[in-house]
């Protein structure tokens, strides 16, 4: 069965300093990946999906087959950055977002 | 702000008693969803709609009933609430299924 596994429910980084938020997959097929973030107070919204190769905010994520994963990265972290991160995968037979179970970000000043 | 709302944004209730979730998209999307976020557990999808006329079971559909009432409109239903349902329900939208979504500012549901 297709499962995102967010391994961190939190993760605290110094401002300037690198921030890796990880996520693994289980997927049988091709999965399509995606980034959402939740600001306090705010609602949920896409961050960034793989299929695109952006560079959001700063945040960049790679899919890597190999490893199954898709951990969203960013080389210095802002404080603005603090929020609740959500990895997600498209289950292309069922046709729905599956969620991993969030990993909140705090960036200390 | 076009996109999608949700209706109450909070609410308490007695355990037995019964209550709608509204959900309005004004995007004009297809496929509309229903969610539950809880502590350590993430989102997880109740029922979705992929179209208008229908409906499907997701993850946790157990204790909720759902109605895609036209194309904008989607509500959640609980016939019975128990305490197990306190969550913040969220309700998201996509043009089509293999769309990322466009979610609501949710509803904060307790049940005493």
């Known amino acids: 069965a297709q499962r995102v596994t967010q391994p961190e429910k939190l993760l605290s980084v110094f401002k300037g300093a690198p921030v890796e938020l990880k996520c693994n997959y289980s997927y049988s097929g091709s999965p399509e990946l995606f980034w959402y973030v939740q600001y306090s107070r705010q609602r949920l919204q896409l961050l960034l999906r793989h299929i695109s190769r952006e560079s959001i905010k700063g945040f960049t994520a790679d899919l890597n087959k190999g490893e199954t994963s898709f951990h969203l990265k960013k080389p210095f972290a802002q404080e603005e950055d603090s929020a609740m991160y959500y990895c997600?995968?498209?289950?292309?037979?069922?046709?729905?977002?599956?969620f991993g179970q969030g990993t909140r970000l705090t960036i200390n000043p | 702000n076009a996109g999608v709302t949700q209706t109450p944004k909070f609410q308490v209730l007695k355990t037995g008693q019964s209550m709608t979730l509204q959900c309005a998209q004004d995007?004009?999307?297809?496929?509309m969803y229903w969610y539950r976020q809880d502590p350590g557990m993430g989102l997880r999808l109740i029922y979705y709609s992929a179209s208008e006329g229908t409906t499907d079971k997701g993850e946790v559909p157990n204790g909720y009933n759902v109605s895609r009432l036209n194309k904008r409109e989607f509500s959640l239903r609980l016939e019975s609430a128990a305490p197990s349902q306190t969550s913040v329900y969220f309700c998201a939208s996509s043009e089509a299924l293999d769309r990322d979504g466009i979610f609501g500012d949710g509803t904060r549901l307790s049940i005493l």
């Open positions: 997600a995968l498209k289950d292309g037979g069922a046709q729905k977002l599956v």
């Open positions: 995007m004009n999307h297809n496929s």
